[in-house]
């Protein structure tokens, strides 16, 4: 297995990006300057921080600090703002290298940051309305209103109680309405946060740094208000010389927080445009330099896998040396795989801790890699959690004793990421056919020889992406899928569970009925079904169900459902109709055998229901018209 934690060790090859970024905000002359790094959830953002943390703090730079900050674990806070600030200033005051110099500094700072905590009011009515205008260059608050808050709370410190027992008096009230209302007057940015900011940036500079880099990471996973109450916080209290902050989000996520905050119910269309080009501007105030991680190419996500394979399977050692190739490899080599071939000789005759060969997974590695690119579209945490799947199922398997081939479980779980809805169908197929589908047999021969005519019930596997899938070695046409579909069982919930699978009495009855040569003989084979239970014959049911919507040419499937409902069996009815009434919503009736009327026409006699059915269907079909043939002979 792999953890989904993040990683110092490269195994992506990012130490590419996290250079440049680190290039960014080491360099004096552009700070202070905030950098997002921005991706889907799992493309390797918090990796990179990590890269980022390890090496700015690996002692190299003593003029350089770095702090790391998990931007979630501000979510429980009623003050997200004041928590981030002082975590930081904390961190500060604690660092062996200068912490010592700023201790009077962060303390003092520290207090100004009890203020902001125990006066909410002030960060929600105040500081947040100052930032906005102070953002895009115009004016601020009254200063002597701040004054007089401070002067009227000041016995409320760290006493939530007894600040809002102080708010609701009439003197307090009438300064609270006051810090609302001079947001729409015109003043100089609020001296309480251009005095903090002053007294931060004189600390910094006590503390003999030229860069004071701050990584926020996980920011996307906080609720919207959460978001913009940290980079609000960064902006305007933090962001002064010589700092750089590295925020790493989802930038789509970002983009619906500031929406929230600062949405307008009552736009008007015309102003979409305009909404849009605010927000946008908002964020590229927050954040100066966004960089966008790519997605994994697919020599990216062989090499990942090779390394995860290795790093697994391997001693600590031999993957050290493995680790050491592949960088000086990627040195020289920004674009080719890491794969098999570059790793073969280091790894030959190296087996894991279940004496499994290393050289046969990597192997596998090298096969299935451009279709898990194309299926979970290069993001590294989906690999990683594709490939836990793989190991569970494997270990599944051991435990129920079946002999699986791990090239060919490979090989079905890429086609339940590519495309889920064709794996289900796979599954269906196999299902009723004793593991066995004649339909992937088909596939396969068409792939070899695209002009082979098709049939139509396969034209939804006609996808460039799946007629790849079916060219993949190893070919199945010759497996039995009973049990590789039964430790998928997991994501088959919708439509196959433990009890929904198949056992092989079902599917040897089901073969006998099937498989008859006379109208005697298949009378003599449903007494078979006496002996199922309740359960083993709903399944048996429900395959002769889906033999009719895959088959509804066949008449001999129709016939079988006649009789096994004339031997006395009512659930047949059930089933029976219900496969009709499929067969009109999929536009199938046209397929319909119109020989069947006769004994539709008897069942009719039993369940008056059934012809009505029959009755609705296009009247143009044959089997509406051969029914109605026959119901004149009455």
């Given at each position: 297995?792999?953890?989904?934690?993040?990683?110092?060790?490269?195994?992506?090859?990012?130490?590419?990006?996290?250079d440049?970024?680190?290039?960014?905000?080491?360099?004096?002359?552009?700070?202070?300057?905030?950098?997002?790094?921005?991706?889907?959830?799992?493309?390797?953002?918090s990796?990179?921080?990590?890269?980022?943390e390890?090496?700015?703090?690996?002692?190299?730079?003593?003029?350089?600090?770095?702090?790391?900050?998990?931007?979630?674990?501000?979510?429980?806070?009623?003050?997200?703002?004041?928590?981030?600030?002082?975590?930081?200033?904390?961190?500060?005051?604690?660092?062996?290298?200068?912490?010592?110099?700023?201790?009077?500094?962060?303390?003092?700072?520290?207090?100004?940051?009890?203020?902001?905590?125990?006066?909410?009011?002030?960060m929600?009515?105040?500081?947040?309305?100052?930032?906005?205008?102070?953002?895009?260059?115009?004016?601020?608050?009254?200063?002597?209103?701040i004054?007089?808050?401070?002067?009227?709370?000041?016995?409320?410190?760290?006493?939530?109680?007894?600040?809002?027992?102080?708010?609701?008096?009439?003197?307090?009230?009438?300064i609270?309405?006051?810090?609302?209302?001079?947001?729409?007057?015109?003043?100089?940015?609020?001296?309480?946060?251009?005095k903090?900011?002053?007294?931060?940036?004189?600390?910094?500079?006590?503390?003999?740094?030229?860069?004071?880099?701050?990584?926020?990471?996980?920011?996307?996973?906080?609720?919207?208000?959460?978001?913009?109450?940290?980079?609000?916080?960064?902006?305007?209290?933090?962001?002064?010389?010589?700092?750089?902050?590295?925020?790493?989000?989802d930038?789509?996520?970002?983009?619906?927080?500031?929406?929230?905050?600062?949405?307008?119910?009552?736009?008007?269309?015309?102003?979409?445009?305009?909404?849009?080009?605010?927000?946008?501007?908002?964020?590229?105030?927050?954040?100066?330099?966004?960089?966008?991680?790519?997605?994994?190419?697919?020599?990216?996500?062989?090499?990942?896998?090779?390394?995860?394979?290795?790093?697994?399977?391997?001693?600590?050692?031999?993957?050290?040396?493995?680790?050491?190739v592949?960088?000086?490899?990627?040195?020289?080599?920004?674009?080719s795989?890491?794969?098999?071939?570059?790793?073969?000789?280091?790894?030959?005759?190296?087996?894991?801790?279940?004496?499994?060969?290393?050289?046969?997974?990597?192997?596998?590695?090298?096969?299935?890699?451009?279709?898990?690119?194309?299926?979970?579209?290069?993001?590294?945490?989906?690999?990683?959690?594709?490939?836990?799947?793989?190991?569970?199922?494997?270990?599944?398997?051991?435990?129920?004793?079946?002999?699986?081939d791990?090239?060919?479980?490979?090989?079905?779980?890429?086609?339940?990421?590519?495309?889920?809805?064709r794996?289900?169908?796979?599954?269906?197929?196999?299902?009723?056919?004793?593991?066995?589908?004649?339909?992937?047999?088909?596939?396969?021969?068409?792939?070899?020889?695209?002009?082979?005519?098709?049939?139509?019930?396969?034209?939804?596997?006609?996808?460039?992406?799946?007629?790849?899938?079916?060219k993949?070695?190893?070919?199945?046409?010759?497996?039995?899928?009973?049990?590789?579909?039964?430790?998928a069982?997991?994501?088959?919930?919708?439509?196959?569970?433990?009890?929904?699978?198949?056992?092989?009495?079902?599917?040897?009855?089901?073969?006998?009925?099937?498989?008859?040569?006379?109208?005697?003989?298949?009378?003599?084979?449903?007494?078979?079904?006496?002996?199922?239970?309740?359960?083993?014959?709903?399944?048996l049911?429900?395959?002769?169900?889906?033999?009719?919507?895959?088959?509804?040419?066949?008449?001999?499937?129709?016939?079988?459902?006649?009789?096994?409902?004339?031997?006395?069996?009512?659930?047949?009815?059930?089933?029976?109709?219900d496969?009709?009434?499929?067969?009109?919503?999929?536009?199938?009736?046209?397929?319909?055998p119109?020989?069947?009327?006769?004994?539709?026409?008897?069942?009719?006699?039993?369940?008056?229901?059934?012809?009505?059915?029959?009755?609705?269907f296009?009247?143009?079909?044959?089997?509406?018209?051969?029914?109605?043939?026959?119901?004149?002979?009455?």
């Amino acid at each position: 297995m792999w953890s989904d934690n993040e990683t110092d060790k490269d195994l992506l090859g990012f130490n590419v990006h996290a250079d440049l970024i680190k290039s960014v905000i080491t360099n004096e002359r552009i700070l202070p300057v905030s950098v997002g790094v921005f991706g889907d959830w799992g493309s390797g953002k918090s990796s990179i921080m990590k890269m980022l943390e390890q090496e700015l703090n690996a002692g190299e730079q003593e003029d350089t600090a770095c702090l790391y900050f998990n931007g979630w674990a501000f979510e429980g806070y009623d003050d997200a703002k004041a928590a981030l600030i002082e975590d930081i200033l904390i961190k500060l005051k604690e660092n062996k290298k200068f912490g010592h110099k700023i201790v009077d500094e962060t303390t003092k700072l520290l207090k100004s940051v009890d203020w902001l905590r125990a006066g909410g009011f002030l960060m929600k009515n105040l500081v947040t309305p100052a930032f906005m205008a102070y953002s895009t260059g115009g004016a601020s608050l009254v200063v002597d209103a701040i004054g007089k808050a401070k002067d009227y709370f000041s016995d409320t410190l760290g006493n939530t109680g007894e600040l809002i027992k102080k708010a609701d008096t009439e003197e307090g009230k009438s300064i609270l309405n006051e810090l609302k209302n001079i947001t729409n007057k015109d003043n100089d940015i609020p001296t309480v946060v251009r005095k903090f900011r002053d007294d931060f940036e004189n600390m910094i500079k006590k503390t003999g740094l030229k860069s004071l880099v701050i990584l926020i990471d996980d920011l996307d996973r906080c609720n919207p208000d959460r978001i913009i109450d940290n980079l609000e916080a960064i902006k305007l209290f933090l962001n002064v010389p010589k700092t750089a902050f590295v925020i790493g989000a989802d930038e789509r996520i970002v983009r619906h927080a500031i929406e929230c905050r600062y949405k307008t119910p009552n736009i008007q269309s015309a102003e979409i445009e305009q909404y849009k080009g605010i927000v946008t501007d908002y964020l590229e105030k927050l954040i100066q330099v966004p960089y966008r991680l790519p997605r994994l190419s697919n020599a990216d996500v062989e090499t990942y896998m090779t390394l995860l394979f290795c790093n697994r399977d391997l001693s600590e050692d031999d993957f050290h040396v493995i680790y050491e190739v592949f960088m000086k490899f990627r040195e020289q080599d920004r674009h080719s795989s890491f794969n098999y071939e570059n790793v073969k000789d280091l790894v030959n005759g190296k087996k894991n801790a279940k004496q499994k060969d290393v050289l046969q997974q990597l192997q596998m590695v090298q096969q299935i890699a451009p279709m898990v690119t194309n299926g979970l579209k290069g993001n590294p945490r989906q690999i990683k959690r594709f490939l836990n799947t793989f190991t569970l199922r494997l270990e599944l398997a051991e435990v129920a004793k079946f002999d699986i081939d791990e090239r060919t479980l490979a090989k079905l779980m890429v086609l339940e990421y590519i495309e889920l809805a064709r794996f289900k169908e796979l599954c269906d197929w196999q299902q009723i056919q004793n593991g066995k589908p004649k339909q992937i047999a088909e596939l396969e021969a068409i792939a070899q020889n695209p002009k082979e005519r098709q049939n139509a019930e396969l034209n939804d596997w006609n996808k460039d992406i799946i007629q790849k899938w079916v060219k993949m070695q190893p070919p199945l046409k010759d497996v039995n899928l009973m049990d590789y579909f039964w430790i998928a069982r997991d994501k088959l919930d919708n439509t196959i569970d433990a009890e929904a699978m198949v056992s092989q009495i079902v599917r040897l009855v089901h073969k006998s009925i099937t498989t008859y040569t006379t109208k005697a003989s298949l009378r003599a084979e449903i007494p078979k079904i006496k002996q199922l239970s309740d359960d083993e014959r709903s399944k048996l049911l429900n395959m002769l169900r889906q033999n009719m919507l895959e088959h509804p040419e066949d008449e001999r499937y129709f016939e079988i459902a006649h009789a096994i409902i004339n031997e006395g069996y009512p659930d047949m009815m059930v089933v029976y109709k219900d496969a009709l009434q499929t067969l009109a919503d999929n536009n199938k009736v046209s397929a319909i055998p119109p020989g069947i009327a006769i004994g539709l026409k008897e069942l009719g006699k039993k369940d008056a229901d059934i012809v009505a059915l029959v009755n609705s269907f296009d009247k143009a079909s044959k089997i509406y018209k051969a029914l109605n043939v026959q119901l004149k002979k009455q």
